[in-house]
């Protein structure tokens, strides 16, 4: 029986990737900062789909907290098979208005901490010789789009090497690049639904994004861009001129 650890699980694409690993008989970890959302949804996935579910209550820009969650990743006699690293936050694009203290914070959630999760996951799982690591990225990461889309690029070369490297031992990393989805992540940043600037047709669905994304990790793929419409936009901006990406990428939040 597989088990599945997953940052930032109690809403949006962690609680989807929770329910869709749950409903494929995996057993679960789950952290988020909310005990009681967290505690709600374990209670869910448990009696539905009869898994057994863990929970870690983290607040993962915390390094003591944060060193909870290596300890357990790290811990051979009950080896985590698959690492989600999904939590993360959104800021505004206009990083001269935003507090700088916010974007490191944002800079560490999205970079320090899956590396360091990842570190911490990749010991045991190369000693077994199989494990999966995903890494929530986004199409941000192929576009300039302020320090989200830096971060999230990062993540995306990290994961390509990554998988280059260790796939060959049994443990496949991937980066999963989703559009624009409907989550509580905007409505987390400050914009109710329908004022996200973001036309109907670009939005995805989490069922969806999961769904695509884990077949992609079945494949071993080390980045999966979930649904054609973006990966046809994702081709397009790699041809386009630097700034009328940079215009296209400015649009939404």
């Known amino acids: 029986m597989a088990i599945a650890l997953i940052t930032g699980a109690s809403s949006g694409l ?112 190369l000693a077994r010789g199989h494990g999966r690591v995903i890494n929530v990225a986004s199409v941000a990461g192929f576009t300039p789009r302020s320090t989200y889309g830096a971060c999230k690029g990062w993540l995306i070369s990290f994961s390509q090497w990554a998988n280059g490297v260790y796939a060959s031992r049994g443990v496949t990393v991937t980066a999963v690049c989703p559009g624009f989805t409907h989550t509580n992540f905007h409505e987390r940043a400050g914009l109710p639904p329908g004022q996200e600037g973001v036309p109907a047709w670009m939005w995805l669905d989490a069922r969806t994004v999961v769904s695509q994304s884990l077949r992609d990790v079945a494949r071993r793929k080390a980045v999966s861009v979930p649904s054609l419409k973006y990966r046809v936009l994702v081709a397009l901006a790699r041809l386009a001129p630097p700034a009328l990406v940079a215009r296209a990428a400015a649009r939404g939040r």
């Open 14 to 125: 962690g609680a989807e990737y929770a329910r869709q690993l749950a409903l494929r008989g995996a057993d679960l970890v789950l952290v988020a900062r909310d005990r009681d959302a967290l505690e709600e949804h374990a209670r869910t996935l448990r009696r539905r789909y009869g898994v057994a579910v863990e929970v870690l209550v983290a607040d993962l820009l915390k390094p003591r907290k944060r060193a909870q969650v290596e300890e357990r990743l790290a811990n051979r006699e009950h080896p985590v098979d698959i690492l989600v690293n999904n939590a993360g936050f959104g800021l505004p694009l206009a990083f001269e208005r935003n507090d700088i203290d916010d974007e490191v914070a944002h800079l560490d959630l999205h970079v320090e901490v899956p590396m360091r999760l990842t570190h911490a996951a990749l010991g045991p799982m």
